[in-house]
């Protein structure tokens, strides 16, 4: 079977494992470490600091890789944990039917109803903010987005003859679920992870420059912005930098799911 | 020739595959087709599915569905080849020289606007008429294909019409901006043989009284046979025979055309009726949650070990819900269900491993009835895992054991079931249902979706298994030619009530009641002139009342 990449597609494909590789190494590609003061304040880029030097002469270049760990990390665990949670309630929601369907939905809802980041705030203003924690508020509040799509996707597996045939058959929900919707569901399921994925980064790194996300001396790329944003009235770009990382990493990652996408929508048996 | 109005010449179309695991190909799917239509004359295009006949038909616009490319030949109308003729040139050919009545009208039509607009839309943009002799047209159209209130019916949306309606409106569409031919695709596949019987003679007097030429494409000879002066047979691509309509029916001179002329000729001796019964279904009532309307009505019947009952009826008859009530689907709100000598539970979650394992059910469209994620493999497979805890090897060589039952090969374990034909995948279909050794399958239009020689094949299974694995099957179908073939017993259907039942003799020997006597003089026969010895039979017998 050939194995022929689009150019688009390793284009991302290359891009966003260039920022997983560094997040995954960065002790060993950082070349200074990371609350190092190494320099003066805000030192313009040179052959010692590539970025140059953020507010308190730390290496620049160093502060982005330690803060994509950082974000990435997060983003990645929350995005996980998103999709499990919604998904299977998803799609437990559209086989049940009925009441539990209803009563999930409305929950569901209702949670929607508030405002994503003020509950966050919320939360995160009385619970400590640790790590750990911020994965838990940020993938439980973005399951609910998770929640909708597969139950919409599943609620149109569900009547399918072959869902049908397989409730003749007598098989239980955990069957049904997993082996006659999910694998049929997987292909919206991964074009919206992406998507997600980058909402996470966006949502952690507004956590962070709101003072309730990561918290310093650790590096991630809202707190970078927030660390630098004084120096842009003076032309200094320290804080853009790690807005490029985001945007970059963005439009790579959809590139990427964008190609997985049209490789598993034309029903090949998901291997073609 | 140069009298003839549409004269193709070697056509040749490509379209885009894209086989499974492979990167997509381009390949010929019309292989240098060449015939010629003469003014007012019907030519009728036939084959299965995949022989390129709709293909064929749009070409005839100029056209190619997504994919589809017109890569070779000529395409003449009115003396001029409308391939050369650019994007202009096809604009003021279609809707005005070339129509085109599509397979499905329920589909082709706007729902937003009135079929009035819809209907005079091509004759008014092409100039051909004013909005008020378009209408008047449309108006004359309407009463010439015996659409109620020719006057008023304009004004009504798609959805307040009925599907044998909608599609007679399609024809007045394709007609009214005065087209010099007319590409018919499948006009009357998708209606109930009752319902097909008039617009198709509808559309057979329209034509001959407005003189348009037309293309008539369709898979099923004994239509076409009623309607056309000449027939091209059409297979993967290539003619096969071309002829006047009376050689190709009386006098076929190639293999393939005999077949399809024969086909259906499948003959059954009914079995006598055995004391015991494995179903049992005893004055059965049921209706959707939420509505106050019974969709069957005090239904008794009874299907003996080893034997088929068909239950035949048009749409909305019930004879599906039967099934879903008779499965578990639809809980009956009164009478019971006797299976084996045990009543049944109403609902699907009350009833035993082995109730179900012993009843199955295959369905109309194969391909939504697997999994497309799974194999063959899995898909035949898993009901032995389910029932009988086969693993491994021994569960392989069953499902290998089931494929050769279905005569398909054992290379066919590995694959998906988007690689299959669609007569394969209901092949899968009816291995999974032996998979379980049922007493009882239910069969939901199991052929229906498929071509007549492909399901002359499924029937000719279905019955080589009963006869070896003493299964009984309910057989649900519209189709009386196949109830002929393999049923021992018939119940026909009408608003959720049964209005005939008895073995198969009785059923289908005089006296009838009204409906059954619709129903079998709707069935196509494939002679000459059925359809007018049917309509004038009708019409004597409505001037007799």
């Known amino acids: ?272 | 020739m140069t009298n003839a109005l549409l004269d193709v010449r070697n056509l040749k179309i490509g379209a885009t595959a894209y086989p499974p695991g492979e990167p997509p190909q381009e390949i010929e799917i019309v292989h240098g087709v060449s015939f010629t239509l003469e003014k007012g004359k019907v030519l009728g295009l036939i084959g299965e599915s995949g022989a390129g006949k709709s293909t064929i038909g749009l070409a005839a616009l100029g056209y190619g569905r997504g994919g589809v490319e017109i890569t070779g030949g000529e395409v003449w109308i009115n003396g001029r080849d409308i391939l050369k003729g650019g994007m202009r040139g096809l604009r003021a050919l279609r809707g005005a020289e070339v129509t085109y009545v599509a397979q499905s009208a329920a589909a082709a039509f706007n729902p937003a606007k009135k079929l009035m607009e819809q209907v005079t839309e091509a004759a008014i943009l092409h100039k051909k008429f004013s909005k008020a002799e378009a209408e008047a047209r449309a108006v004359e159209l309407f009463r010439k294909l015996g659409l109620p209130n020719p006057e008023t019916f304009g004004d009504r949306y798609p959805h307040q019409v009925s599907g044998g309606q909608l599609q007679r409106a399609m024809t007045a569409l394709a007609l009214c901006p005065e087209p010099d031919l007319v590409v018919f695709d499948e006009p009357t596949t998708a209606l109930d043989v009752t319902t097909q019987i008039d617009v198709l003679a509808a559309i057979k007097e329209a034509i001959h009284d407005t003189g348009v030429a037309a293309l008539y494409i369709t898979h099923d000879l004994a239509v076409v046979a009623q309607v056309a002066d000449d027939i091209m047979v059409l297979r993967y691509g290539d003619k096969v025979e071309y002829g006047a309509t009376d050689q190709i029916i009386n006098a076929p001179q190639e293999e393939y055309t005999r077949e399809l002329v024969t086909v259906r000729s499948i003959r059954h001796e009914e079995k006598a009726p055995t004391p015991d019964a494995v179903l049992k279904v005893d004055r059965v009532t049921a209706r959707y949650a939420g509505t106050a309307f019974n969709v069957l009505k005090d239904i008794s019947v009874e299907l003996h070990p080893g034997q088929t009952l068909a239950v035949v009826g048009e749409s909305g008859s019930g004879k599906s819900t039967l099934a879903r009530a008779i499965t578990g689907l639809l809980p009956p709100g009164e009478g019971s269900i006797t299976f084996d000598g045990r009543r049944l539970s109403p609902t699907l979650s009350g009833r035993s491993r082995e109730d179900l394992r012993e009843l199955q059910m295959i369905y109309q469209m194969a391909d939504v009835a697997m999994n497309p994620r799974q194999t063959v493999g899995t898909i035949i497979g898993r009901p032995l895992e389910f029932y009988f805890g086969m693993r491994g090897a021994e569960k392989r060589q069953r499902v290998k054991e089931l494929l050769e039952e279905i005569e398909m090969s054992d290379g066919f374990i590995d694959r998906y079931p988007a690689e299959l034909s669609g007569g394969q995948k209901q092949r899968v279909c009816i291995a999974r249902a032996l998979a379980a050794k049922p007493k009882l399958i239910i069969c939901d239009e199991v052929t229906s979706a498929l071509d007549p020689l492909v399901a002359d094949g499924i029937l000719r299974l279905l019955l080589n298994l009963q006869k070896r694995e003493g299964v009984a099957y309910l057989f649900i179908t519209h189709d009386l030619a196949t109830v002929r073939a393999i049923a021992d017993s018939i119940a026909v259907m009408y608003r959720g009530e049964v209005v005939r039942y008895g073995s198969k003799t009785e059923v289908l020997s005089p006296p009838f009641d009204d409906y059954t006597d619709l129903l079998l003089s709707s069935v196509p026969e494939m002679k000459l002139g059925w359809l007018e010895e049917v309509i004038a039979h009708r019409k004597m017998e409505s001037a007799g009342n």
Not at chain 1, 125 to 138: E, K, N
């Open chain 1, 1 to 272: 079977m050939s194995m022929r990449i689009p150019f688009a597609a390793a284009v991302g494909l290359s891009i966003t494992a260039i920022y997983f590789i560094v997040a995954l190494f960065a002790p060993l590609i950082a070349p200074y470490g990371m609350a190092e003061v190494v320099g003066d304040v805000w030192e313009p880029s040179s052959a010692a600091h590539w970025l140059g030097t953020d507010n308190i002469g730390r290496d620049l270049l160093t502060r982005l890789i330690y803060g994509g760990r950082t974000t990435i990390f997060i983003a990645t665990a929350a995005t996980v944990l998103s999709f499990t949670t919604g998904a299977i309630l998803g799609f437990l929601a559209a086989v049940l039917g009925g009441w539990a369907d209803q009563l999930m939905s409305r929950a569901i809802d209702l949670l929607m109803s508030i405002p994503t980041l003020i509950f966050a705030l919320v939360v995160l203003s009385v619970m400590p903010v640790t790590v750990p924690m911020l994965i838990l508020v940020m993938g439980l509040l973005d399951s609910t987005r998770v929640y909708r799509l597969a139950r919409a996707v599943a609620v149109d597996i569900n009547v399918m003859d072959y869902v049908e045939a397989a409730k003749l058959r007598g098989e239980g929900r955990v069957w049904i679920i997993f082996r006659e919707i999910l694998p049929n569901a997987l292909s919206p399921l991964i074009a919206e992870m992406g998507m997600r994925f980058i909402f996470m980064v966006l949502f952690v790194s507004t956590l962070s420059f709101l003072g309730l996300g990561v918290q310093p001396p650790a590096a991630d790329w809202g707190g970078i912005v927030k660390e630098n944003k004084d120096g842009i009235v003076y032309g200094i770009p320290a804080a853009l930098l790690p807005a490029v990382a985001i945007a970059t990493l963005a439009i790579s990652v959809n590139l990427v799911a964008d190609w997985v996408l049209n490789r598993t929508t034309s029903l090949k048996g998901g291997r073609g």
